[in-house]
């Protein structure tokens, strides 16, 4: 397992952005795929972006499509969550989550190393 630290988050207007960063502990973090996940008050942890080991391959949620974009940087071990127009509804704790080998999927139970999370709250 790979230990993840998320930073970002805080409270902004909708319409507004934010960029979230997820640090790894492992330099052969470039051989994980990375994934965001949120959970908002009393519902479910849902996926929201996943990108494979080289950034080549990516994949969104259809809420926050057009909206959020997921990058790395493995020479920095660092994933990256870029939200654009944020909307009351995208208020939740954002996880980070990675997943040693290849293959990208949407599916929680995929991801064996989590963080603990970072709040997002945007109001209206």
């Known amino acids: 397992q790979v230990q993840l630290v998320e930073s970002g988050g805080g409270l902004v207007q909708a319409g507004g952005s934010l960029r979230l960063s997820c640090a790894a502990s492992?330099?052969?973090?470039?051989?994980?795929?990375a994934g965001w996940f949120r959970q908002a008050p009393g519902k479910e942890r849902e996926f929201v972006a996943a990108?494979?080991?080289?950034?080549?391959?990516?994949i969104y949620t259809d809420s926050v499509k057009g909206r959020f974009s997921i990058s790395r940087d493995n020479a920095k071990n660092t994933v990256y969550l870029q939200m654009n127009s944020l909307k009351p509804e995208d208020t939740a704790v954002y996880y980070c989550?990675?997943?040693?080998?290849?293959?990208?999927?949407?599916?929680?139970?995929?991801?064996?190393?989590w963080g603990q999370g970072t709040q997002v709250t945007v109001s209206s």
């Open positions: 492992r330099r052969t973090f470039s051989n994980y795929v």
């Open positions: 989550a990675a997943h040693q080998g290849p293959g990208i999927k949407q599916v929680e139970s995929y991801f064996e190393s």
């Open positions: 990108i494979s080991w080289r950034g080549a391959a990516t």
